[in-house]
Structures are given as structure tokens and as C-alpha cells.
């Protein structure tokens, strides 16, 4: 179970982000993307943050490609919008529970 703390810094951290993707990033690369979760590690230190793309699989490796470009300048904005003791290391990591989801709900359909 994950500790409160570290569940409110990681929905804290995940909704900053998606606003510093939809305000202040330029990069064509990045696309369109949903960031869909960010695990904390225990010392708030570093952070794994998953995204969606609805596209295909080198649309989805363009926009890691720009997050992970954009790493430092989101890392700079979070530490100062959220005055966090330390601003978490970010690693971002395709989600790809939406594409499974409708490709097993493809498969149940066919079922029927």
C-alpha cells in the first residue's frame, strides 16, 4: 500500500506536469500526451512518471523522446512551483494500459 504522503506528492506532481505540457512546453514531439501516473520513491527523491499517447508506437517513442528532453526544465519549474525540499529526478515511462484495455476489449467483442 502506498503511504499518503507519497500518493498526495504524486498526484500533486502529476497534475503539475500536465499543466507545464499543456502551458509552457513547445516541443512538436510531445505531442499530445495524458500523463496518467507518477510513483514517488520513499524518499521523494525520484519519480516515474507514466504517459499515454493515442497514436502509434514511434509517435509514442517521439514524445519520450521530448519529455525526457524536457526532464531539466520540468524538474527546474517543479521545484520551484512546489518548494519541495529536493525537486524528484524524472523518468518518464510509456503507459500503455489504454491500448491493452481496448485490445482486450476488442477481443471480448469477438467473443460475442
Given at each position: 500500500m502506498i503511504p499518503k504522503r507519497l500518493s498526495r506528492v504524486g498526484e500533486?506532481?502529476?497534475a503539475e506536469i500536465s499543466e507545464m505540457i499543456l502551458r509552457d512546453l513547445k516541443d512538436p514531439r510531445i505531442g499530445l500526451?495524458?500523463?496518467?501516473?507518477?510513483?514517488?520513491s520513499?524518499?521523494?527523491?525520484?519519480?516515474?512518471?507514466f504517459f499515454s499517447r493515442i497514436g502509434t508506437k514511434?509517435?509514442?517513442e517521439e514524445s519520450l523522446v521530448g519529455l525526457t528532453k524536457a526532464a531539466?526544465?520540468?524538474?527546474r519549474e517543479l521545484g520551484?512551483?512546489?518548494?519541495l525540499k529536493f525537486a524528484p529526478e524524472l523518468r518518464?515511462?510509456?503507459?500503455?494500459s489504454l491500448e491493452t484495455?481496448?485490445?482486450i476489449s476488442d477481443l471480448l467483442r469477438d467473443i460475442e
Open positions: 500533486t506532481v502529476r500526451v495524458t500523463i496518467t501516473d507518477v510513483l514517488m520513499p524518499d521523494l527523491r525520484q519519480a516515474k512518471v514511434e509517435e509514442s531539466g526544465f520540468i524538474r520551484r512551483r512546489l518548494r518518464f515511462l510509456h503507459d500503455d484495455g481496448a485490445r
